[in-house]
């Protein structure tokens, strides 16, 4: 079946360094997008993975191991705004051009 | 207007009513798509158009029905709901890569917050 797992609710501080894990079993895989979500807004595009490895772009970083069916998303320097959920979605090799997304990561920013 | 709209954005209907969700993207993509988000749920597709045409119907209730005029608009046509259906309906768009298979990043839009009475 196909299924993404994700933690349901991270709480970090002001300052510091979190990383919000993505695992995920489908059908076919044709990249992995992370998403923040801030509550009643948009899901807003972060980062996107198709080859193994590491992308960084200035604070948030996004890996990839295929074998491993496993990402994640690093947020350094951690900022108030930054509290939000974070969805992982996976795109499938279908042809039907559909994403599988997980339930998402509420991130809770302290001072 | 930039991006992906929706209209309106909150919404409260009884089950015996007939309304409609409009979703405009503006960003020359040939993809649409509606999801719904339920609380604690993934967002779950529900339909997906590309080039105008329907190509995919994620087991949707009959209650819902697209529309897809052209590849710049989209609407959600609503009748005789359940309140299980409260929920937040987003739009979505992107440029399907030519000579597939994929797609590049889904765009989207601010939802519409659905209430069924």
């Known amino acids: 079946g196909q299924n993404i797992d994700q933690p349901t609710e991270m709480t970090a501080t002001e300052g510091a360094i979190v990383q919000i894990n993505c695992t995920y079993q489908t059908s076919g895989f044709n990249g992995l997008f992370w998403y923040q979500q801030h509550a009643g807004e948009a899901p807003t595009f972060l980062s996107y993975n198709v080859l193994d490895g590491l992308e960084e772009k200035g604070r948030f970083s996004s890996f990839l191991s295929r074998s491993k069916g496993y990402s994640y998303l690093l947020l350094k320097e951690l900022q108030m705004k930054d509290s939000a959920s974070y969805l992982c979605a996976v795109e499938e090799t279908s042809g039907t051009y559909k994403y599988i997304f997980g339930t998402g990561t509420r991130l809770k920013v302290l001072a | 207007e930039t991006g992906v709209t929706q209209t309106p954005r909150h919404l409260v209907m009884g089950m015996t009513n007939k309304k409609s969700l409009k979703c405009e993207q503006h960003?020359?993509?040939?993809?649409m798509y509606w999801y719904k988000q339920s609380a604690k749920k993934p967002l779950e597709l529900m339909f997906v158009?590309?080039?105008?045409?329907?190509?995919e119907n994620n087991s949707v209730p009959s209650r819902f029905s697209p529309e897809c005029p052209n590849s710049s608009h989209l609407f959600l046509h609503l009748h005789t709901l359940q309140p299980e259906d409260s929920a937040l309906y987003l739009c979505?768009?992107?440029?399907?890569?030519?000579?597939?298979?994929?797609?590049?990043?889904?765009?989207f839009g601010p939802g519409t917050r659905l209430t069924v009475l």
């Open positions: 960003l020359g993509h040939n993809a």
């Open positions: 979505a768009s992107s440029q399907v890569r030519a000579g597939g298979p994929g797609t590049d990043t889904q765009y």
């Open positions: 158009y590309n080039f105008k045409e329907q190509t």
